[in-house]
T-cell receptor
Framework: ETGVTQTPRHLVMGMTNKKSLKCEQH?????MYWYKQSAKKPLELMFV???????ENNSVPSRFSPECPNSSHLFLHLHTLQPEDSALYLC?????????????FGQGTRLTVV | AQKITQTQPGMFVQEKEAVTLDCTYD???????LFWYKQPSSGEMIFLIY??????QNATEGRYSLNFQKARKSANLVISASQLGDSAMYFCAMREHLVGDGNKLVFGAGTILRVKS
């Protein structure tokens, strides 16, 4: 496999459920990101990991909990979400900070909270 | 404050014609990067073109070129010879703080492009 892979592609969950989104990259990158894309809003950066260390938490509610066990894998653990959390969640990777390289994105997980 | 502004919510272009998608940005950094991404209905963000703030030449990648006007803080995307497959959402993005930490992209609201046959 190459590129950035996200699973699942679609997820429907109730407000009391606990679920996790998974992202995996095979590009040798050492920075990974979670973005949220809601309808009619710009992409919002949620979390940044550089070399497995979280370097950015963009005021994200604690019901979203990221995990980066190694530089190839990134998770987003979800619990007690709200309907307004329904969105497309995009994972991206790139070379680490300070380098002028583009971010590569996965195809996203379309999340619906009911 | 809005960092990236895309003033065109939607654009139409005739197949085989050129189209310009506007992007203006706001930064006090001297060192930054500008990116354009394409997002088809499948959802994936596809990288198109990159322009560094110190690059003297406008970036080009195949049918894509970036009209970079630093003094105006604009980085418009030009797509030449439009194809039906170019119909998608297009996002302009900026990375600030290229020296040191803070490697993150900030995106504009996007422009929906529709190519007509």
């Amino acid at each position: 496999e190459t590129g950035v892979t996200q699973t699942p592609r679609h997820l429907v969950m109730g407000m009391t459920n606990k679920k996790s989104l998974k992202c995996e990259q095979h590009l040798g990158h050492n920075a990974m990101y979670w973005y949220k894309q809601s309808a009619k809003k710009p992409l919002e950066l949620m979390f940044v990991y550089n070399f497995k260390e979280q370097t950015e938490n963009n005021s994200v509610p604690s019901r979203f909990s990221p995990e980066c066990p190694n530089s190839s894998h990134l998770f987003l653990h979800l619990h007690t979400l709200q309907p307004e959390d329904s969105a497309l969640y995009l994972c991206a990777s790139s070379q680490a900070a300070g380098q002028n390289t583009e971010a590569f994105f996965g195809q996203g997980t379309r999340l619906t909270v009911v | 404050a809005q960092k990236i502004t895309q003033t065109q919510p939607g654009m139409f272009v005739q197949e085989k014609e050129a189209v310009t998608l506007d992007c203006t940005y706001d930064t006090s950094d001297q060192s930054y990067g500008l990116f354009w991404y394409k997002q088809p209905s499948s959802g994936e963000m596809i990288f198109l073109i990159y322009q560094g703030s110190y690059d003297e030449q406008n970036a080009t990648e195949g049918r894509y070129s970036l009209n970079f006007q630093k003094a105006r803080k604009s980085a418009n995307l030009v797509i030449s010879a439009s194809q039906l497959g170019d119909s998608a959402m297009y996002f302009c993005a900026m990375r600030e703080h290229l020296v040191g930490d803070g490697n993150k992209l900030v995106f504009g609201a996007g422009t929906i492009l529709r190519v007509k046959s």
